[in-house]
C-alpha cells in the first residue's frame, strides 16, 4: 500500500504495462508456457484474454507453444496480406524454456514471420550465482532476430511506463519490419523480482481494465507513430528478346503469376509461391524443365525457391542471365552465387514494355499441358495407393477457400507435382529451413485465424513430420479449439532419402541397404490410432483413395487425423518412371524446332 491506496507490486504493474503495451500495437494472439518467474505476464495475459482484449493460447512444451505462434501470424496473411503479417507474442519462464523457442525463431527468421518472443529472467544480481533455473539468456537467439534487448527487473520508478512502452514501440516496428521492409522474431529478455503474485488483498487488480489500477498509465496514451519505409524501384528496362522464365519460390507471392502473365513468360512456381495458378503456370515444371530447360537464357527469381534441384541447376548456370527480384534489407536469395541483377522490388516499366515470343510460351505451356496429363495418370493408376495419388487428392479438394499447409519432404514435392488449380488454395509452408518440426503446431494456429473468416485448413504431412510434432495434438481442456484435417500419407519411414544419392547407392550397392534403411529410412513401426487417442483426437485409417476424398469433402470439427499408409520400397523407380515418362510426352508435344539440340524421345516410347 501507498497511504491508502493499492499499489501492485513493480513486477505485476510492469507486466501489465507489457501486455496492454502489445494490445495497442495490435497484437491480438498470445501464446503462453507457464512458468514461475512469467508468473506476472501469467496474470496480466489472462485478465486481458477475459477481457477480450486479446486470445491467449497455453501449451504446455514451448517449442510447441513457438511453432504456434508462428502459425497464428502466418495465418493472418488471409485478413493482412502475405506482407504485412500480424505479430505474435509467446512467452515463457526462464532456463530452458527460452532454448526451447529457437526451433522456430530460425524459422521466422529465415521466412520474415513477425515473433515477439518474451522470455522471463531472473534479476541481474542472481545471474551467474548458481540460482535455480537461470542461465544467461541474453543474445540466446544470436543473428536470428531482428532486435533484442535485456530489460532489467522493474522497480516502479517514475517514468518506467514510458521506458517499457517505448522498449515495445521499438521491438513491434523490429517485428513488422515497419523501417527495414525486413521482419522476423525480436526477443524481449525481461527481467522480474519477487513477489511475482499480489497479496491476497489486492488479487482483485489483476483483473482491473486497462487504467484502473492507481497510478498506472494506459499504454494507448503513449502511442508513437512508427512510418514506413518504401524501397525506391528505379527503371530498369529488358530486351524482349533472351528466352526468359519467371521462377517463384515461396512466397513469392501473387505478383509473380501477374507478372508472367503481362510479360508472356511460362511460370514455374512452387506450391507454397502464393503463385501457382493462372494461365501460364507450368505443371510439373521441375520434371519439364529436364526437357526444354536448355533453351532459357534469362530467368527471373520472385521469393525464395527450395524444392528443385534443375531449378537451382538453371540458376547456377554461367549462360543464364538471372534477375533477382528481392524486397527490404533480407538477404536476396541466390544459392548458386550467380545473380547478375538484383533488384528491390518489380520496376514499373516491367508491367508494360513489350512481352517476348509468344512460340516460346506456347511451347512451355504445351509441355506443361502434356506433364499434367502423364502425372495426373499416374496418380489415378491402378494398384496400391501411392504417395502422388494421395497428394493429388488433397490438391484437388482445395479450393480457393481453403488452407492448405504442407511438410517438407515428399509432401511438398508431391504437391508440386500435382497442383493444377486454375485458382489456388493458400499454400503455406515452413520453407525457411525446410524443417520437419513444428509443421501440426504451425498449422494448428493457422487454422485458428482461418477459421475467423470462414476459411477450411488443412494440412499435408508424412509420417516422420507428424510424430515429429506428436505433441501438437495436445490442447487442454481450458484452450480455444482448432478446426483441423492433418492428412499423414504413412510409409512407415523417411522415403525422401530413397530419391537422393543414399538411395541410388542403396540400389547400385545392395551392401549398404542395411545401413540405407536403419540411419536413413528410418522404420518407426508407430501406432498412429493409439497415440491419437492419447490425446483425444479423432483418427480415421482410410485404405483408397476414394476413401480419402470422401473424408476431404467435409468440413472438420476439431482436430481429426486421416492416415493413409502407402508403400515405400518402389519411391525411387516410381519417381525416375515418372520423369522419363513426362520427357517423352514433352518431346512429343513441343515442335523440334523449339527444342534444345538432341533431345528426342525414348526409343520405344
Excluded at 547400385?508 to 490425446?535: D, I, K
Aim: hydrophobic content about 45%.
Amino acid at each position: 500500500m501507498s497511504g491508502d491506496r493499492p499499489v501492485l507490486p513493480p513486477a505485476l504493474a510492469a507486466a501489465r504495462q507489457i501486455v496492454e503495451g502489445l494490445v495497442a500495437d495490435g497484437v491480438t494472439d498470445v501464446v503462453l508456457s507457464p512458468g514461475s518467474r512469467s508468473a506476472a505476464l501469467a496474470y496480466a495475459l489472462a485478465a486481458a484474454d477475459a477481457a477480450g482484449r486479446l486470445t491467449l493460447h497455453v501449451r504446455i512444451d514451448e517449442r510447441t507453444a513457438a511453432f504456434l505462434a508462428l502459425g497464428l501470424s502466418r495465418g493472418s496473411a488471409i485478413t493482412e496480406g502475405p506482407d504485412r503479417l500480424r505479430p505474435v507474442a509467446v512467452v515463457t519462464t526462464s532456463g530452458t524454456a527460452a532454448a526451447n523457442l529457437h526451433p522456430a525463431v530460425l524459422e521466422a527468421h529465415h521466412t520474415g514471420v513477425p515473433l515477439v518472443l518474451v522470455t522471463a529472467d531472473r534479476p541481474h544480481e542472481l545471474r551467474g550465482t548458481g540460482a535455480n533455473q537461470t542461465t544467461d539468456q541474453v543474445g540466446l537467439y544470436g543473428g536470428a532476430v531482428r532486435h533484442a534487448v535485456d530489460v532489467p527487473a522493474p522497480d516502479g520508478r517514475p517514468g518506467e511506463a514510458r521506458d517499457l512502452r517505448s522498449v515495445l514501440v521499438r521491438a513491434l516496428a523490429a517485428a513488422r519490419g515497419t523501417r527495414s521492409r525486413y521482419p522476423g522474431p525480436v526477443h524481449l529478455n525481461v527481467a522480474f523480482r519477487e513477489p511475482l503474485a499480489p497479496p491476497a488483498e489486492l488479487a482483485a487488480l489483476l483483473s482491473a481494465g486497462p487504467g484502473e489500477v492507481p497510478g498506472e498509465t494506459r499504454a494507448d496514451a503513449l502511442r508513437t507513430f512508427v512510418g514506413e519505409v518504401s524501397d525506391v524501384v528505379g527503371p530498369y528496362p529488358l530486351d524482349p528478346g533472351p528466352a526468359t522464365v519467371l521462377v517463384a519460390g515461396d512466397g513469392a507471392g501473387d505478383d509473380a503469376r501477374r507478372l508472367a502473365e503481362a510479360r508472356g513468360w511460362p511460370l514455374l512456381a512452387e506450391a507454397s509461391s502464393g503463385a501457382a495458378a493462372g494461365t501460364h503456370a507450368v505443371a510439373a515444371h521441375r520434371l519439364v524443365l529436364g526437357v526444354l530447360g536448355g533453351r532459357v537464357e534469362r530467368v527471373v527469381v520472385m521469393g525464395r525457391p527450395t524444392l528443385s534441384r534443375p531449378v537451382q541447376q538453371l540458376l547456377a548456370r554461367e549462360d543464364v542471365e538471372v534477375l533477382v527480384v528481392a524486397p527490404g534489407a533480407a538477404p536476396w536469395p541466390d544459392a548458386a552465387r550467380a545473380a547478375d541483377v538484383v533488384l528491390p522490388g518489380v520496376p514499373a516499366g516491367w508491367w508494360t514494355e513489350p512481352v517476348g515470343d509468344r512460340a516460346w510460351l506456347d511451347a512451355w505451356r504445351g509441355a506443361g499441358e502434356a506433364a499434367r496429363k502423364v502425372v495426373a495418370a499416374s496418380a489415378a493408376a491402378p494398384g496400391p495407393t501411392t504417395a502422388l495419388a494421395v497428394a493429388a487428392a488433397v490438391a484437388e479438394a482445395s479450393g480457393p477457400g481453403d488452407v492448405l499447409v504442407v511438410g517438407s519432404s515428399n509432401p511438398v514435392r508431391d504437391l508440386d507435382l500435382v497442383a493444377d488449380w486454375g485458382a489456388s488454395p493458400l499454400v503455406l509452408a515452413n520453407r525457411g529451413l525446410a524443417g520437419i518440426d513444428g509443421t501440426v503446431s504451425t498449422a494448428t494456429g493457422v487454422a485458428h485465424v482461418a477459421a475467423r473468416s470462414g476459411r477450411r485448413t488443412r494440412v499435408l504431412v508424412g509420417d516422420l513430420t507428424f510424430l515429429h510434432d506428436a505433441g501438437g495434438l495436445l490442447r487442454g481442456p481450458l484452450e480455444p479449439a482448432a478446426d483441423l484435417q492433418v492428412v499423414v500419407v504413412n510409409d512407415d519411414g523417411g522415403s525422401i532419402f530413397a530419391t537422393l544419392e543414399y538411395g541410388a547407392l542403396a540400389e547400385q550397392e545392395p551392401s549398404t541397404s542395411r545401413a540405407f534403411e536403419r540411419v536413413f529410412a528410418t522404420p518407426h513401426g508407430a501406432g498412429l490410432a493409439a497415440l491419437c487417442a492419447g490425446y483425444g483426437v479423432r483418427h480415421r485409417l482410410l485404405t483408397d483413395v476414394e476413401g480419402l476424398r470422401e473424408a476431404l469433402a467435409g468440413r472438420p470439427r476439431g482436430v481429426e487425423v486421416l492416415e493413409v499408409r502407402v508403400g515405400r520400397g518402389a519411391r525411387r523407380t516410381e519417381g525416375s518412371r515418372l520423369a522419363a515418362d513426362v520427357r517423352d510426352a514433352v518431346l512429343r508435344a513441343v515442335p523440334p524446332e523449339l527444342l534444345p539440340g538432341g533431345a528426342a524421345p525414348s526409343e520405344g516410347a
